[in-house]
């Protein structure tokens, strides 16, 4: 089996447990959820498994590379990061509710990355720009960042919802954590997620200088990352010394991956030195 062909299982194992974590969550069954949780797992384990599998196949056809690489590589990645980082989340806070709202992110960037069109997972060389040892330590940074902010989007999804209809709250959002404990892990999600952005715009712009020459050069890509921090920068610093709290917050961080996401996709679409991503 090929790790594109693991890989497709992956995301029809993703669909299941989002399938499943919305069920539990609507018809209030704790065994969907239990499954679903199990079948995340099982989906973290195939992920990382066809991550690991296509990094031999590189070395099998003499190119040897972390498939870090590009849009289709970056995508496996993201969803594993999304996962792995929601089922700590499960774990450490005993509710599959937060599930419904945080999978579905990672089935549909797993079920992008194996159905569009425009990507293809054939195994390509590294152009020279990527042939460096600071490939690795950029893009995990990046998507453990991105990660986080995808979860705290999913998070504040649920925050909104909830606070919409606290009054006529009904069995449907009964089960979803109370808006204190939605707000305060917005918080962390989006600390954790700034510090690695953080971390990745430092490691991007030590390997632009190795690259290119030059630490900052305002290339589309590299303006967006700087937006995307300051965004959520931003809401930090909203929260420390104005006292934002709850609806704003999650606003904010609403705002935040919707810039996360043009940083991802949308700049592809602009000429710049990052164009590769759209590979």
Known sequence: MSSSQL????????????????????????????????????????????????????????YGHAPLSNLYESLVFFAWCIVALYLYIEYRYRNRTIGAFVVPLAFLAMAYASLSPNISDRIQPLIPALQSNWLIAHVITCFFGYAGFAVAFGISIMYITKQRRTAAEGPVLAHVPGTETLDDLTHKMVQFGFLFLTAGIITGAVWANSAWGRYWGWDPKETWSLI??????????????????????????????????????????LPGLHSYGTQ
């Open 7 to 62: 890989l497709s299982i992956v995301t029809f194992i993703y669909g299941l447990s989002a399938v499943l974590y919305i069920t539990a969550w609507i018809f209030e069954k704790p065994f969907p959820g239990k499954v679903a949780t199990w079948t995340a797992v099982i989906g973290v384990g195939g992920n990382i498994l066809g991550i690991l599998l296509r990094w031999v196949e590189t070395y099998k056809v003499g």
């Open 228 to 269: 995307t921090w300051f965004i959520y920068a931003t809401l930090l610093h909203a929260r420390l010394m104005r006292g934002w709290r709850g609806r704003k917050i999650a606003y904010v961080s609403i705002i935040g991956f919707i810039a996360v996401l043009f940083t991802y996709f949308g700049v592809n679409l």
